[in-house]
């Protein structure tokens, strides 16, 4: 927890606090995904 302003806080035992970070994030638009069935091949359960 960090308090980055001039102003001290106390936290006081069985106060609620929270914290959270904001990112960025890509989202791919892939539009060629198959969903095909794969049969057999190592670890094959045979389902």
Known sequence: MRNI????VKIECGERIAQGIFTKYLVADVDDVTNEQRA?????TGK
Do not use: A, F, I
Request: charged content about 10%; cysteine-free; aromatic content about 0%.
């Open 40 to 44: 057999g091949g190592v670890g094959s």
């Open 5 to 8: 302003s001039d102003t001290s």
